[in-house]
């Protein structure tokens, strides 16, 4: 019975399987089986998934992204009901509207940088190419034939290369071999372990975006944070000059203790503002520090001690021409794959090849 509901599932189960919410190892087969990009990766540690027919994606870990984007609004809302309308016929209606925009600008840079590509590089492209026998999870040849061994893989895959630099001093910049996506990844890319793909200048794994951080999103991730930290800072201003309006001589209020009794929706509104505030704040300190040498928080991270050899070939040795380059002037780009484009017959730039022996 359970094959005749698969054989025929219903339009809203295609929907919400293959369209709404798709993981590619439990989509439903229709017409001749999957024909995006998106829908081909079938293999268990396949950490990703793709809303709205490929157009965003996240991935499978604790949904904190959804916490974050919940207290945006909730902040969001508490202004407009318990703050706006006091502030637009007291002061005047700019103060709303300067929170709204900023709201805005943080809130769109949030689901950019949460559900875009953080800059993942396809996998398989530097396999070595004498026949080679590679087998899937379940010991089945699914490369060259049964008769070919299964080698090692060369010396140099297990390496590092270091590219020269101009200064003898220096050691250079090393690019090492990904054993599990198969590639020499450029400079700057390093593999991560939660989404298990490798990213082009790979800041860090954010599990509150539940996305990675890298070169294609660095610039939302900046400015979702710079935005956040305003707005709140924002709040948190107007929320103390509204609550302490009590102080003033045309208020009829006539304590603190009165004030919050009678705006009790500003206090709650308030406090949640300067909780909201702490750790965003001091994400976007870190990450002034950072872009100001145009540094990776993965490369201070694994440089924290000063290191002879270390060379940081990226630092223009400007602070405003590092700010520039990593806020605004960088290019995010092109995406390796489009993962809504039809899928080709034989692309093995989206598959699971198991670690070469
Ligand atoms: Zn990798
Ligand atoms: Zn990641």
């Given amino acids: ?40 990766q ?14 965003l994606r996240t991935v499978k870990q604790l949904p904190l992204n959804l916490i974050v984007g919940g207290l945006m ?32 600008i943080s809130f769109t840079m949030f689901i950019k940088a949460a ?34 061994p299964i080698v090692a893989n060369p010396d ?12 003898d001093k220096y050691n250079g910049v090393n690019v090492k071999y990904c054993t599990t996506c198969h590639i020499w990844r450029p400079p700057r890319s390093s593999h991560c372990g939660v989404c298990n793909v490798c990213v082009v200048n790979h800041d ?26 305003i707005s709140n800072i924002y709040v948190t201003v107007t929320t103390f ?3 302490f309006h009590y102080l003033s001589t045309d208020s009829n209020l006539k304590s603190f203790k009165h004030s919050i009794e009678t705006y009790p929706g500003t206090f709650v509104t308030l406090i949640l503002s300067i909780l909201t505030l702490i750790y965003p704040l001091s994400i976007l300190i870190i990450h002034i520090c950072l872009t100001s040498q145009n540094l990776t928080t993965r490369e201070y991270l694994n440089n924290v001690r000063p290191n002879k050899n270390f060379v940081h070939v990226f630092d223009t040795h400007s602070m405003l021409k590092n700010f520039y380059i990593t806020w605004i002037g960088r290019s995010r780009g092109v995406s390796s794959f489009r993962l809504r484009d039809q899928s080709m017959a034989g692309d093995i730039r989206l598959e699971n090849l198991p670690p070469l022996e």
């Avoid at 079938?42 to 157009?55: A, E, P, T, V």
């Avoid at 590089?121 to 040849?141: A, F, G, Q």
């Fill in 115 to 148: 559900t875009s590509d953080p800059g993942i590089l396809p996998r398989n492209m530097h396999l070595p190419n004498y026949p080679t026998r590679i087998k899937d999870e379940d010991d089945k040849t699914i490369e060259g034939s049964s008769s070919d």
């Fill in 1 to 40: 019975m359970s094959d005749s509901k698969n054989a025929n599932p219903k339009w809203w189960h295609i929907l919400i399987t293959n369209w709404i919410i798709a993981d590619p190892n439990y989509m439903l087969e229709v017409n001749g089986g999957p024909s995006r990009n998106y829908q081909v």
């Fill in 204 to 229: 860090h794994h954010c599990i509150y975006i539940n996305n990675c951080v890298g070169l294609r999103n660095y610039k939302y991730f900046l400015w979702f944070v710079l935005f956040t930290v």
């Fill in 241 to 243: 000059v509204h609550i």
């Fill in 73 to 104: 609004i909730l902040l969001g809302i508490l202004f407009w009901i318990f703050e706006a309308s006091w502030f637009w016929h007291k002061l005047s209606p700019a103060i709303p509207i300067v929170f709204s925009y900023c709201w805005f």
């Fill in 156 to 167: 140099e895959y297990f390496n590092t290369i270091t590219l020269p630099y101009y200064d």
């Fill in 42 to 55: 079938k293999y268990s540690n396949m950490k990703h998934l793709y809303l709205f027919g490929g157009r």
